[in-house]
Nanobody, 121 residues
């Protein structure tokens, strides 16, 4: 089974930094776009950042200038460097990837289990 596993979440004070990681594993043929989404309590899941397989990145306006998305294709891993964190960044962060499984012709969306990020004021 293809699986995405996030790590790196935790508790940090406002102004601090965290680095999230998401590793894809399993029977993977190829990976296209990867991204990060977040969901605060009682709110919808929103896009944070995406990165194409060639390195093109896009960000939500709320995190521009503070967050940086990157990836290591050799490790099937995407990262989210979060700086100048604010209490409003508190949410469960989810990894997403468009993946072609081994032995299949189609591309599918996969989601990680989520990792909690809490920013205290």
């Amino acid at each position: 089974q293809v699986q995405l596993v996030e790590s790196g979440g935790g508790l940090v004070q406002a102004g601090g930094s965290l680095r999230l990681s998401c590793a894809a594993s399993g029977s993977i043929f190829s990976i296209r776009t990867m991204g990060w989404y977040r969901q605060a309590p009682g709110k919808q899941r929103d896009l944070v950042a995406t990165i194409t397989n060639s390195g093109g990145a896009a960000y939500a306006d709320s995190v521009k200038g503070r967050f940086t998305i990157s990836r290591d294709n050799a490790k099937n891993t995407v990262y989210l460097q979060m700086n100048s964190l604010e209490p409003e960044d508190t949410a469960v962060y989810y990894c997403n990837a468009v993946i072609r499984p081994q032995g299949q012709l189609n591309w599918l969306n996969y989601w990680g289990q989520g990792t909690q990020v809490t920013v205290s004021s």
